[in-house]
């Protein structure tokens, strides 16, 4: 089967886009990995579909790289708006339904996008590293020289490790700057099993650990190896978190023809 596929990108984490609001495709785990290949397919971090729902203006379905229907992934939701908008669901305010729940977004002026997450109910403290529930299970881990660690061979230590071997689980690295509300993060992301140039869900997870407030409002600038991002949410109590938006850009790289083997 020939057909178009789209590529978007949100600080460097590549997906390629399908609209399916006709519900034309239907791939299999091979199909998404060949797709996703960067040497024998298009190549991308993950694969989305935009498909057509009654009660929002579209419905986000998302797999990993390795061909597995995945979690929540906050830059996907960031790129799949752009690309509604781009198709012509033309909107300030979009309402969208993912895997963990409905989502707000907002086409903010200069075009950046900002995504609603799911409220974080709790934070789970083990031994000075954190366990964050963003719509995607996130380990935290601070450290003084992030930009120094090996994060493939460290992250898939702990990803692959007894406690997390069964479901997984995403790692992130993150280094706290001069200024309180500023950070760097680097993930290694399951599903894509590599260390990616951003993750949204993760950025939200470090930016929550990162609190400055002790109550209220926060907003946390986040630096990542694809570009800059930014966390606003409100604290309400040393676990609970809640009004928490993922904002940043979100970019069209280029469309294409590929032919979908059976």
């Not at 908008?85 to 993912?98: M, P, R, V």
């Not at 493939?152 to 700057?177: H, M, P, T």
Request: aromatic share 12%.
């Amino acid at each position: 089967m020939q057909t178009t596929f789209y590529k978007y990108q949100g600080t460097g984490n590549d997906f390629i886009i399908f609209d399916n609001r006709h519900k034309k495709f239907h791939f299999s785990p091979k199909q998404v990995r060949e797709i996703c290949h960067r040497r024998f397919g298009i190549g991308a971090d993950g694969l989305m579909l935009l498909n057509a729902h009654a009660d929002y203006d579209f419905e986000m379905v998302y797999f990993n790289s390795d061909g597995k229907p995945s979690t929540m992934c906050g830059n996907g939701g960031r790129c799949l708006v752009k690309f509604a908008s781009d198709l012509g669901i033309s909107k300030t305010e979009y309402s969208f339904l993912a895997v963990d729940g409905a989502h707000q977004a907002v086409v903010q002026q200069g075009g950046d996008i900002a995504l609603k997450m799911i409220d974080v109910p709790y934070v789970i403290n083990v031994n000075g590293k954190f366990i964050v529930d963003t719509g995607s299970p996130h380990y935290v881990a601070l450290s003084d020289d992030v930009m120094h660690i090996d994060v493939c061979k460290r992250g898939r230590e702990i990803r692959y490790s007894k406690d997390f071997e069964a479901e997984g689980i995403n790692v992130n690295f993150v280094e706290q700057l001069e200024k309180p509300d500023e950070i760097i993060v680097r993930t290694y992301e399951r599903g894509v099993e590599e260390e990616t140039f951003s993750c949204g869900t993760g950025v939200v997870a470090s930016a929550i650990v990162c609190y400055h407030n002790d109550n209220g409002f926060n907003r946390v600038e986040v630096k990542t190896k694809g570009g800059n991002l930014s966390v606003e949410f409100e604290k309400k109590s040393e676990t609970e978190f809640e009004d928490i938006w993922l904002c940043g850009p979100a970019s069209f790289v280029f469309s294409g023809e590929i032919e979908i083997k059976d």
